[in-house]
């Protein structure tokens, strides 16, 4: 009975997220989500020292932004015996903290406060396939040190270090008895940089690249279980390496058109192993083999002469799971989103507001089965929600 259970989790120890590019979170600024997230090249305000550290040069005076990401997620299933199950629908949050501030024509720096990953989905004990997954939680914090150089009058350079936090909930039945269930709770902490270019030959055209750092953390902490007690447990958990690159053009002052590629490293993530003194062994392998993924963003945003700034933009996110090792907890797919936003610039303050809407449809085959019998197949439809406010304040 412990080794049938094992058999269960090790399909089920893996992080949630808004539903597709893995648990990545790339919406970290109002404005750059409005436009699908194809700010790279663009770069010019606080929250630069996220997308593009180079970028901070443009900065005249220093600037302060918080920020807010609600978003709800709407996924749901229909299985091969016709039943439908949905995921429970709530609004989750995420804030954010940019400041950036220039020390003289060549030099600047900034610091943010941020969760490039994360968020939860809870599926419930009545699913068909509990035994996978009931509910899954991740928490991922980053703190940012960044400075940024002018290196000549059109290029400039960016480097950043960042201490961050995860904490990461996961559960699922066990398939031995009504309810019963099993519950990793653990985290820990890592360090991560990234490198960053900017090249503005004139000023229609500009260039934006963004390369950061893969990590490993040791997360410890406890596996809870109605069934089989509790104990000490710990697992690494992996962030991929990440590269962005952006072009954008200003065919006149008001307008900025911006298209951007991001590629994320999943290839690294092939099999990681939970040890707790509670599993027969004390250990049990955890398969993910995800491979690697492309983004692709377009956006526009236009500036009125009175402050006012109107934007849209279009992201497309590719499948990182694969049907094998597919996990509701993610329900991954290709996923499309369409943005808006609108907002003000002022001379001391501004503020931009965002929407999304992102859907994906994926039919699920030949997920490994737990030894409950129980597999993660079906048609699954995801129908997200998204509203992000940032407000600036420049000194």
Request: hydrophobic residues 40%; glycine residues 12%; negative net charge.
């Amino acid at each position: 009975m412990r080794f049938a259970s094992l058999s269960a989790l090790s399909l089920a120890l893996i992080p949630a997220s808004a539903g597709a590019a893995g648990y990545y979170l790339p919406n970290q600024d109002a404005l750059a989500t409005a436009k699908g997230n194809a700010w790279v090249a663009t770069a010019d305000g606080p929250a630069a020292v996220h997308y593009n550290a180079a970028g901070l040069t443009q900065l005249e005076q220093p600037e302060f932004q918080i920020g807010l990401y609600g978003i709800d997620l709407d996924h749901q299933v229909k299985t091969g015996n016709g039943g439908t199950f949905e995921a429970k629908s709530e609004w989750q949050a995420v804030p954010t903290i940019f400041y950036g501030m220039p020390i003289n024509e060549d030099l600047a720096w900034g610091f943010g406060v941020n969760s490039p990953w994360g968020l939860g989905t809870e599926w419930g004990q009545g699913s068909p396939f509990r035994t996978v997954i009931t509910e899954a939680k991740l928490v991922y914090l980053a703190g940012t040190l960044a400075v940024a150089y002018d290196l000549t009058d059109t290029l400039s350079v960016g480097l950043s270090g960042s201490a961050n936090y995860t904490d990461l909930s996961l559960e699922q039945g066990l398939g031995l008895a009504p309810l019963d269930f099993l519950r990793f709770e653990g985290d820990g902490t890592s360090v991560s940089g990234a490198v960053s270019l900017r090249w503005q030959p004139c000023e229609q055209h500009a260039f934006g690249l963004n390369v950061a750092s893969e990590t490993s953390t040791d997360l410890s902490g406890k596996v809870y279980s109605n069934i089989l007690g509790a104990g000490p447990a710990d697992i690494d958990f992996v962030t991929p390496l990440r590269i962005a690159g952006g072009y954008s053009f200003r065919p006149t002052p008001n307008w900025n058109i911006e298209a951007n590629i991001e590629w994320l490293d999943w290839d690294s993530l092939n099999s990681l192993y939970l040890r707790s003194p509670v599993l027969p062994g004390g250990a049990t392998g955890v398969p993910f083999h995800w491979k690697s993924m492309f983004i692709y963003e377009v956006g526009a945003s236009y500036t009125f002469d009175n402050g006012y700034t109107v934007a849209a933009g279009y992201d497309y996110n590719s499948n990182a799971q694969p049907d094998t090792f597919f996990n509701p907890g993610i329900c991954d797919a290709d996923r499309q989103w369409f943005n808006v936003g609108f907002g003000r610039k002022c001379d001391k303050w501004g503020w931009f507001l965002a929407y999304q809407f992102g859907y994906s449809n994926r039919d699920v085959r030949g997920a490994v089965p737990t030894a409950a019998g129980q597999s993660a197949n079906g048609k699954y439809e995801s129908r997200d929600s998204s509203v992000s406010l940032s407000c600036n304040y420049r000194f």
